[in-house]
């Protein structure tokens, strides 16, 4: 079974042009090691969330490659250094951990 792990975070529409240049760091340290998850950004056009919300999407084989991934995100010191620059423009975030069904 597979699953898709998503953070949400919307940020400050004024902070858009930074919040993006960090986000530009967080895939530039991604692409530099194989330990970091393959992922997709999206930003929001329409829907119930406000257009300044980014979603980062990871796709996952199990709970636990999810789980070794999140520890492996939150060990990176340069990851968090990164996110402590971002956190001032985060208006907002959330998690969330869907299921891929197989119908």
């Known amino acids: 079974?597979?699953?898709?792990?998503?953070?949400?975070?919307?940020?400050?529409?004024?902070?858009?042009?930074?919040?993006?240049e960090l986000e530009a760091r967080f895939k530039e340290l991604e692409r530099r090691s194989s330990q970091f998850p393959q992922d997709r950004q999206s930003q929001l056009m329409s829907e119930g969330e406000p257009t300044n919300t980014l979603i980062w999407d990871g796709n996952f084989s199990s709970l636990q490659d999810l789980q070794g991934a999140l520890k492996t995100i939150a060990e990176d010191p340069t990851?968090?250094?990164?996110?402590?620059?971002?956190?001032?423009?985060?208006?907002?975030?959330?998690?969330?951990?869907?299921?891929?069904?197989?119908?």
């Open 1 to 20: 079974m597979s699953y898709l792990f998503r953070f949400v975070q919307t940020y400050q529409p004024s902070a858009a042009q930074t919040f993006f």
């Open 79 to 103: 990851h968090t250094a990164l996110f402590e620059k971002q956190l001032s423009l985060i208006v907002a975030m959330r998690t969330e951990v869907c299921k891929i069904l197989d119908l």
